[in-house]
């Protein structure tokens, strides 16, 4: 797939992580932002599981299955980037901390 980064800067709405390197494939970047930080390398590793997933696919998808229990339905924002987001009604904070555990269990600890 060649080379694609996962980048990360800290703001006052807490870490946001992008990647760099799909739209030299003629895909959209990814990015998750309002991170607590402890999330942060956790969800650098959901980024380039998603970036995977994105560049191997014929089209861009809705949602992407990582595990069989882990669906990331990812949206596109208006300025070109795709934001995994939580489903509708769930909290985003929880949801997100819930996938970390769910794909990484060793997280638990």
Not at 42 to 50: D, F, N, S
Not at 58 to 66: G, M, W
Not at 82 to 94: F, I, K, M, N, Y
């Given at each position: 797939?060649?080379?694609?980064?996962?980048?990360?800067?800290?703001?006052?709405?807490?870490?946001?992580?992008?990647?760099?390197?799909?739209?030299?494939?003629?895909?959209?970047?990814?990015?998750?932002?309002?991170?607590?930080?402890?999330?942060?390398?956790?969800?650098?590793?959901?980024l380039?599981?998603?970036?995977?997933?994105?560049?191997?696919?014929?089209?861009i998808?809705?949602?992407?299955?990582?595990?069989?229990?882990?669906?990331?339905?990812?949206?596109?924002?208006?300025?070109?980037?795709?934001?995994?987001?939580?489903?509708?009604?769930q909290?985003?904070?929880?949801?997100?901390?819930?996938?970390?555990?769910?794909?990484?269990?060793?997280?638990?600890?």
């Amino acid at each position: 797939m060649g080379e694609v980064r996962v980048m990360g800067a800290e703001g006052p709405d807490g870490l946001t992580l992008r990647t760099g390197g799909l739209s030299a494939r003629g895909l959209p970047e990814l990015r998750a932002g309002g991170l607590p930080p402890y999330l942060g390398q956790g969800w650098a590793r959901v980024l380039g599981a998603l970036a995977r997933h994105l560049a191997a696919s014929a089209r861009i998808p809705r949602e992407v299955v990582l595990a069989p229990d882990v669906t990331i339905v990812l949206r596109a924002t208006g300025d070109g980037h795709l934001e995994p987001v939580p489903p509708p009604g769930q909290d985003a904070e929880e949801w997100r901390r819930d996938v970390i555990v769910r794909l990484f269990p060793e997280a638990r600890s």
